[in-house]
């Protein structure tokens, strides 16, 4: 009968154990912004009153970021692998006079309470486009360059349309 226990608790412990890596060890569909692939995010920029509440602030590294035409791709990494998160670029309606014109951003990041602990890595690109319409629209002007001073990074960001 202790056989038949032993074996018993061992199937059990072996199913917890299975349960347990698999919940932590799936992959997370990014859906960022638009639903794309598990390994890229994308969508608009976002002109928005910053500081503010609003955007959700779970935290996360910037590795990389360059302007490619009209879009930002930042390579990013942060914890996680057991939820859905999603990612925003908010970038601040106060623009900083300067030559060339600067302005504030940075990536909004809700991990939606994922406490797992994998390294996730996810590209993300955001369609600067509507940075330049704002700058049109206050300058006049059909062509200009934006310095974006983007929060967690050190790269020089030009955006020129």
Same mark, same amino acid.
């Given at each position: 009968? +202790?056989?038949?226990?032993?074996?018993?608790?061992?199937?059990?412990?072996?199913?917890?154990?299975?349960?347990?890596?698999?919940?932590?060890?799936?992959?997370?569909?990014?859906?960022?912004?638009?639903? @794309?692939?598990?390994?890229?995010?994308?969508?608009?920029?976002?002109?928005?009153?910053?500081? &503010?509440?609003?955007? %959700?602030? &779970?935290?996360?590294?910037?590795?990389?970021?360059?302007?490619?035409?009209?879009?930002?791709?930042?390579?990013?990494? $942060?914890?996680?692998?057991?939820?859905?998160?999603?990612? +925003?670029?908010?970038?601040?309606?106060?623009?900083?006079?300067? /030559?060339?014109?600067?302005?504030?951003?940075?990536?909004? $990041? &809700?991990? $939606?309470? &994922?406490?797992?602990?994998? /390294?996730?890595?996810?590209?993300?690109?955001?369609?600067?486009? %509507?940075?330049? @319409?704002?700058?049109?629209?206050?300058?006049?002007?059909?062509?200009?360059?934006?310095?974006?001073? /983007?929060?967690?990074?050190?790269?020089? /960001?030009?955006?020129?349309?």
């Amino acid at each position: 009968m +202790q056989i038949n226990f032993k074996r018993q608790s061992s199937l059990v412990a072996l199913g917890w154990l299975f349960l347990a890596a698999a919940a932590c060890s799936r992959t997370e569909p990014a859906t960022g912004i638009s639903g @794309e692939a598990p390994q890229s995010s994308s969508g608009r920029a976002v002109l928005a009153n910053e500081p &503010d509440s609003k955007w %959700p602030s &779970d935290p996360l590294t910037i590795s990389n970021a360059s302007v490619a035409g009209d879009t930002l791709v930042i390579a990013v990494e $942060h914890g996680g692998g057991c939820a859905t998160h999603t990612y +925003q670029l908010v970038v601040s309606r106060a623009w900083m006079e300067s /030559l060339p014109v600067q302005v504030a951003a940075r990536v909004s $990041h &809700d991990a $939606h309470g &994922d406490l797992c602990k994998a /390294l996730i890595r996810r590209e993300l690109r955001f369609s600067l486009t %509507p940075v330049a @319409e704002t700058y049109r629209a206050a300058y006049g002007q059909p062509h200009g360059t934006v310095s974006i001073r /983007l929060a967690g990074s050190s790269a020089e /960001l030009l955006y020129s349309f």
